[in-house]
């Protein structure tokens, strides 16, 4: 991928620099300094850029893309041409709607109303640059692997607009413009460390170079879009302690980078932030385990409690409700050879105790702490429903028995963090606001960088990709126009 970003400092801003190190100054200069490279950072700069001005795009990793180039491709979005093709009828009006009925009202509405106005034309936005999307109609449930349009939420219109390559194949497209146009230079491994603020206006950024070394960029705005927390311990510690709580066995899949730098500058200079309880986690077995169609879910007293193959935000949140906050994914033999799942990885969860196994159910409910009553009766039911072809209790709709030893149990966990959902305030021209409601004059935010867009409750796959998007492009026509 680098090798579409192959002018790191351009030409003049060379000469520029160097004379400036010369003079003692180290000072850069373009119209606008944006923060951050993933999705959210080079929407700002493509946008900043197509306004007129020169951009200065800060990096700290050594290569673009962020969260979004390790997404799964999906942009939550209404209205689209594409859903107009395959004859789904959908506007923004509904999405808007499903999304705030989903957070039952607990997020900005305005800044909601943005991203379900605005998220047909960024589509069309990404059409233009060369992404991928077909128009292409999958099954509930199912990330299209090579593109297409599928159920991405709990509601009952497909919205989930996938390109072909997923993360990879929305991130290229916009890395084949940013490192094409002259306007636009990147700095990699080069983080911003502090914003600089004289008379109450943000203009321009201390940043870090790879060798060490501390200069100032300096311009008319900047753009935060550094991403969210995941991978900040003490953030995550204070904010999400559920979350950290599962030590070694925390995982954040969002990018590296995502460390809050964007959000701590920006509280620097008096800065709200807001939502910083929400976040996607992610509820899977602990252990090896197949895929949830091969599996029940049973609390501590052996029953059922959702559809496991059910929109993940209702599985995570019926996990997380269990007493005790305990529950198990339990399969049986016939499901490991089904699922083709190696025998290496069985002994590995054996080995380590993220697996237990037993020759009845009974045995097993016992090893792991499950009412063995329960357990028996809810699978007795369950395996009737099976032969009748049916699941009567949660409708799920793939049924596989659950009869066939040895049997195996796996907690499950929500340990894998995905989406930061808090983070600064801002309006809808994604000028960020002090705890006064003011805007802070020449500074925008976008994407995991902001709060005030989800609650606990993720509106359903690619709705992260879309805010980023749609606000980074926001901050950066604004910040252009400074």
């Not at 969260?67 to 942009?75: D, H, K, M, W």
């Not at 059409?127 to 090579?146: E, F, H, I, R």
């Not at 009952?156 to 916009?174: E, F, I, Q, W």
């Not at 966990?413 to 805007?439: C, D, F, M, W």
Request: hydrophobic letters at 45%; aromatic letters at 6%; charged letters at 20%.
């Amino acid at each position: 991928m680098n090798r579409h970003v192959t002018r790191l400092i351009s030409p003049v801003l060379l000469m520029v620099f160097l004379l400036s190190s010369l003079a003692g100054a180290t000072t850069l200069t373009a119209d606008v300094i944006v923060v951050g490279g993933g999705g959210a950072g080079l929407a700002a700069a493509i946008e900043a850029a197509d306004c007129g001005a020169d951009v200065i795009l800060l990096e700290k990793m050594p290569f673009v893309g962020g969260s979004t180039l390790i997404c799964g491709g999906v942009v939550l979005a209404a209205g689209t041409d594409i859903q107009k093709q395959l004859d789904i009828h959908d506007s923004a009006e509904a999405m808007y709607e499903y999304w705030m009925l989903w957070n039952q009202w607990q997020v900005d509405p305005a800044l909601v109303k943005v991203i379900a106005e605005e998220s047909a034309g960024v589509i069309d936005w990404l059409l233009d640059l060369g992404v991928d999307m077909p128009a292409v109609l999958t099954p509930p449930g199912v990330n299209p692997a090579d593109g297409g349009l599928y159920l991405s939420g709990a509601d009952s219109v497909p919205r989930g607009h996938t390109a072909n390559g997923g993360g990879a194949g929305l991130v290229k497209p916009m890395m084949d413009k940013v490192g094409s146009d002259p306007k636009i230079t990147i700095m990699l491994s080069t983080p911003a460390i502090d914003l600089i603020a004289e008379d109450g206006r943000v203009v321009g950024a201390v940043a870090r170079t790879k060798n060490g070394e501390e200069i100032q960029v300096r311009g008319k705005a900047v753009v935060l879009a550094s991403g969210g927390f995941g991978h900040n311990e003490e953030m995550m510690r204070r904010y999400l302690p559920s979350a950290i709580a599962h030590g070694s066995r925390y995982h954040s899949i969002s990018g590296k980078g995502s460390t809050g730098d964007g959000i701590h500058m920006a509280q620097k200079l008096g800065a709200e932030i807001v939502g910083m309880d929400g976040t996607l986690l992610f509820a899977f077995a602990e252990g090896p385990a197949p895929s949830p169609v091969w599996m029940v879910y049973v609390n501590k007293n052996g029953q059922r409690f959702v559809n496991e193959v059910g929109f993940y935000e209702l599985v995570n949140n019926g996990v997380s409700a269990q007493e005790d906050g305990l529950s198990w994914a339990i399969f049986d033999g016939a499901a490991i050879a089904e699922s083709g799942m190696g025998q290496e990885d069985i002994d590995k969860g054996l080995q380590v105790g993220t697996l237990t196994q037993a020759d009845t159910l009974e045995e097993l409910a016992v090893k792991v702490g499950i009412d063995p009553k329960g357990l028996a009766s809810a699978m007795k039911r369950w395996n009737a429903d099976v032969a009748a072809g049916k699941d009567r209790a949660f409708f799920k709709p793939l049924v596989k028995p659950v009869a066939t030893p040895p049997f195996y149990a796996s907690q499950l966990i929500r340990h894998y963090h995905v989406v930061s959902s808090g983070g600064v305030r801002i309006n809808t021209e994604a000028q960020v606001l002090k705890t006064t409601g003011e805007p802070i004059p020449g500074l925008y935010a976008a994407g995991e960088t902001t709060g005030g867009i989800y609650s606990k409750i993720y509106p359903g796959s690619g709705s992260a990709v879309a805010d980023a998007l749609i606000f980074g492009r926001i901050a950066g026509r604004n910040a252009a126009n400074e």
